[in-house]
């Protein structure tokens, strides 16, 4: 399975970022500086949506950390939504547990809002 990047945009300045595939080090060549890109901009609302994300290597990690990083730098938010079971083990054990939403709900019940 090849590994895209899909984006869109919805009301209230949130941006959808859908992973899909493996996140290993063939995944990021196919798109990691699309994924910054679509991470740039000021007090942005990144959801990144890791559902149909099958695996996720350290270097996954570090390009979430990296955009979480500069989406934080610019007064934006970034949240991980509905990864898969052995995803969510890995982001917990980086320390990036906390930043996971279950459900599409979220979202529209503010938990990245415009401010």
């Keep these: 399975m090849s590994t895209k990047l899909e984006v869109s945009d919805l009301q209230g300045g949130v941006r959808i970022l859908k992973l899909t595939g493996q996140l290993d080090i063939a995944g990021l060549a196919a ?3 699309k994924f910054y ?6 007090k ?7 559902a149909a994300v099958t695996f996720l290597s350290s270097l996954g ?9 500069a989406v934080k730098a610019r007064g934006g938010q970034l949240q991980f939504q509905n990864p898969q079971p052995a995803v969510t083990s890995t982001l ?17 019940a503010g938990k990245l809002t415009r401010e």
């Design 31 to 33: 798109v990691e500086t």
């Design 37 to 42: 890109a679509h991470c740039g901009g000021d």
């Design 44 to 50: 942005m609302k990144v959801q990144v949506d890791l």
């Design 61 to 69: 990690i570090r390009m979430l950390l990296q955009a979480l990083k």
């Design 92 to 108: 917990e054990i980086s320390g990036l547990g906390q930043l996971i939403v279950r459900s599409d709900d979220d979202i529209v």
